[in-house]
Nanobody, 125 residues
Framework: QVQLLESGGGVVQAGGSLGLSCAAS????????MAWFRQAPGKERDFVAS?????????DYADSVQGRFTISRDSAKNTIYLQMNGLKPEDTALYLC?????????????????WGQGTQVTVSS
């Protein structure tokens, strides 16, 4: 059973924008912190952004995307989004949606037990 399904990746020129979506099962969406990670070829999987709503709404961002990316959620659709503006070639990566039942801000891959397959984002210079 697919728990997390990403969509919305593509190819965009530097300075452009893309929006990603992650549809979750209702159980996951309503009880877990959800996040976006990214992984470039040959590199580690890095935290991008998370939305913590259990215990209070809070969005966290990696320094590298702060001010350019925005994470949001739609409870009616059990979906989180990542709006990416001002894209740079170094943002090129496979973007993955993740979920954790652990409380509090979590930025390490080890904290997340659920992962989507990912969607590719390529930013050309």
């Amino acid at each position: 059973q697919v728990q997390l399904l990403e969509s919305g990746g593509g190819v965009v020129q530097a300075g452009g924008s893309l929006g990603l979506s992650c549809a979750a099962s209702e159980r996951i969406f309503r009880t877990h912190t959800m996040a976006w990670f990214r992984q470039a070829p040959g590199k580690e999987r890095d935290f991008v952004a998370s939305w913590i709503w259990v215990g209070g709404n809070r969005a966290d961002y990696a320094d590298s995307v702060q001010g350019r990316f925005t994470i949001s959620r739609d409870s009616a659709k059990n979906t989180i989004y990542l709006q990416m503006n001002g894209l740079k070639p170094e943002d090129t990566a496979l973007y993955l949606c993740a979920a954790t039942e652990l409380r509090g801000p979590r930025t390490t891959t080890a904290a997340y037990g659920y992962w989507g397959q990912g969607t590719q984002v390529t930013v050309s210079s």
